[in-house]
């Protein structure tokens, strides 16, 4: 029997699948991808034959049937999912019923649309003396987010967040974090569809964004990114410092760990 494959499909350029996951792309006999994030471009990748299945239209038992129903048969499967599988992929039902039924799984890793989203805004999120944390989150929808996990108080740390799944309430979203501790004109920027031919980037301040990505019509595929790293005067990195001595280079000056 297979070992079936759960594979990130990275956000959107099918450039940026990993080669391992594209090669199991090639070679699946079976695909059940996630329609409703998925470039269906990277569908492009299977071979004549393969059976591709949507599963923005399936419950969860229909997905694993289909799994349990080609793994029998020999076939060998891939279930593709948006970026990195393991940031709101809703992998572990899968995985938990895939253990039950005795059927062998792996995971690869995807390039995640947060990470793609620094890449469209050419932003590095860790900076020194600035933010040393990114907070990955959400703003509670139809999935509750636990109480303590709250956006008002994750704000407190004034750190570099990413918030997923809540561009369609993004004046909320801002509210909540200005009444937690950013100050609103906290630098924001959206990017939707990061690395999709179609991508878009808006910038502002928490005060302003909201209006500015209405105006754009962006509703959903976006990233919410707040934090003063996106704007500021911050202290060079101490790894390319010329006095700095590391493991890997003597620097000019006192050794420093
Ligand atoms: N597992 C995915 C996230 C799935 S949840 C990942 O690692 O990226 C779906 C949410 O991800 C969307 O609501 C949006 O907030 C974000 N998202 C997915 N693809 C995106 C993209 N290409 N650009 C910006 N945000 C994206």
């Known amino acids: 029997m297979h070992t079936v494959h759960i594979v990130g499909a990275g956000p959107g350029d099918p450039e940026l699948i990993t ?96 990470l793609a989203s620094a890449a469209a805004l050419r932003q590095e999120y860790t900076l020194p003396e600035i933010s040393q944390t990114v907070i990955i989150t959400r703003n509670a929808g139809r999935t509750p987010v636990p109480e303590k996990e709250s956006l008002k108080s994750l704000a407190v740390h004034k750190a570099t967040m990413c918030i997923f799944l809540s561009v369609h309430m993004l004046d909320k979203v801002a509210e909540e974090l200005i009444a937690g501790g950013y100050s609103s004109d906290t630098p924001a920027a959206v990017v939707q569809k990061a690395s999709w031919p179609e991508q878009k980037v808006v910038r502002g301040q928490l005060k302003t964004i909201a209006e500015k990505v209405k105006e754009q019509s962006i509703d959903k595929t976006a990233m919410i990114i707040v934090g003063d790293c996106l704007e500021s005067d911050y202290a060079l990195s101490r790894l390319y410092a010329p006095e700095f001595t590391h493991m890997y280079r003597k620097g000019t000056g006192a050794e420093e760990k």
Not at 25 to 43: C, H, K
């Open 19 to 114: 080669v391992k996951g594209q090669r199991l792309l090639q070679q699946a006999d079976v695909i059940i991808y996630a329609g409703s994030l998925v470039n269906p471009a990277l569908l492009d990748y299977a071979k004549p034959g393969c059976q591709i299945h949507n599963s923005a239209s399936m419950t969860l038992d229909e997905v694993i049937h289909t799994i349990e129903k080609a793994v029998k048969k020999g076939f060998s499967v891939v279930r593709l999912h948006t970026g990195d599988p393991a940031i709101y992929g809703a992998i572990q039902e899968q995985m938990d019923a895939l253990k039950k039924l005795a059927i062998d799984f792996d995971v690869v890793p995807g390039v995640s649309s947060f």
